[in-house]
T-cell receptor
Framework: SAVISQKPSRDICQRGTSLTIQCQVDSQVTMMFWYRQQPGQSLTLIATANQGSEATYESGFVIDKFPISRPNLTFSTLTVSNMSPEDSSIYLC????????????FGEGSWLTVV | DAKTTQPTSMDCAEGRAANLPCNHSTISGNEYVYWYRQIHSQGPQYIIHGLKNNETNEMASLIITEDRKSSTLILPHATLRDTAVYYCIVRGQTTDSWGKLQFGAGTQVVVTP
């Protein structure tokens, strides 16, 4: 499987601020996704990051709150905007592509705490 | 995508086989069964997947019933490091759905000495 690196791995943020999470893959991948896992909950898909075009968001998630970029086949960013304590979660990047037989693999996550 | 039903939790003795059941009675013919696990505060780890035949890899075996309405993940010799939440997921193969994994609550497996 590819190596998926996320930065930051952990951060404490002030409410009202924004934070950008980076996801870097060591192979070219077809698809990249962003998930959120709130404390004690399961994972929820936020959006599919599309290369060169706007991300496709799931119900309940909007671009103004979670802007996503994907400038190439190995990199994506997720911004959590105007954070509140309810945004305290683990944010996970996941990828799939031909290299993986289309199996989806996950990064280690970025654990954000909003105070 | 079809929904899955798993037990909330189960215990397993170290060194014994752990058999994790999953019901997916509404699975359609082109949907795969995937298993992931998540060790506390880490990203989910892919374990195995299958369509209708039984599958085995270095981590586990996957047994899918003939009618495909249920499956069992088998960890042949559980170790303490296998303590994790295990997710059974049915994954669609249409352009719209094949990239999305719909996570349920999973099964919390605790391996005890």
């Amino acid at each position: 499987s590819a190596v998926i690196s996320q930065k930051p791995s952990r951060d404490i943020c002030q409410r009202g601020t924004s934070l950008t999470i980076q996801c870097q893959v060591d192979s070219q991948v077809t698809m990249m996704f962003w998930y959120r896992q709130q404390p004690g909950q399961s994972l929820t898909l936020i959006a599919t990051a599309n290369q060169g075009s706007e991300a496709t968001y799931e119900s309940g998630f909007v671009i103004d709150k979670f802007p996503i970029s994907r400038p190439n086949l190995t990199f994506s960013t997720l911004t959590v905007s105007n954070m509140s304590p309810e945004d305290s979660s683990i944010y996970l990047c996941s990828v799939s592509g031909r290299y993986s037989g289309n199996t989806i693999y996950f990064g280690e996550g970025s654990w954000l705490t909003v105070v | 995508d079809a929904k899955t039903t798993q037990p909330t939790s189960m215990d397993c003795a170290e060194g014994r086989a752990a058999n994790l059941p999953c019901n997916h009675s509404t699975i359609s013919g082109n949907e795969y069964v995937y298993w992931y696990r998540q060790i506390h505060s880490q990203g989910p780890q892919y374990i195995i997947h299958g369509l209708k035949n039984n599958e085995t890899n270095e981590m586990a075996s996957l047994i899918i019933t003939e009618d495909r309405k249920s499956s069992t993940l088998i960890l042949p010799h559980a170790t303490l490091r296998d303590t994790a939440v295990y997710y059974c997921i049915v994954r669609g193969q249409t352009t719209d759905s094949w990239g999305k994994l719909q996570f349920g609550a999973g099964t919390q497996v605790v391996v005890t000495p």
